[in-house]
Nanobody, 117 residues
Framework: QVQLVESGGDLVQPGGSLRLSCAAS????????MGWYRQAPGKQRELVAS???????NYADSVKGRFTISRDNAKNTLYLQMNSLKPEDTAVYYC???????????WGQGTQVTVSS
């Protein structure tokens, strides 16, 4: 069973930065596509950024140029560096691991990011 634990969410002012972390209980990066999703109140969960096992990266248009997804294979940890944060970035951010072969997804419990002055 894979466990994903997010951390790093906080209250930050507009224009500020945060780094989210997602620690996986086992080494799954080589067999999974990893992603960060977010869900704002009253809205559907949306993909923010993803990275494949081969290292291909994809970003939502709304975060391109501001957010950076990365991973540390040795630490089994996924990161999301968020810069130039805007109030519309306020949401619960979730880490996701989707197995390449089966398509099965694992989710973390989420971490709250609030951008407000």
């Amino acid at each position: 069973q894979v466990q994903l634990v997010e951390s790093g969410g906080d209250l930050v002012q507009p224009g500020g930065s945060l780094r989210l972390s997602c620690a996986a209980s086992i080494n799954i990066f080589s067999i999974s596509t990893m992603g960060w999703y977010r869900q704002a109140p009253g809205k559907q969960r949306e993909l923010v950024a993803s990275i494949t096992s081969g290292g291909s990266i994809n970003y939502a248009d709304s975060v391109k140029g501001r957010f950076t997804i990365s991973r540390d294979n040795a630490k089994n940890t996924l990161y999301l560096q968020m810069n130039s944060l805007k109030p519309e970035d306020t949401a619960v951010y979730y880490c996701n691991a989707r197995r390449i072969i089966t398509g099965f997804s694992y989710w973390g419990q989420g971490t709250q990011v609030t951008v407000s002055s």
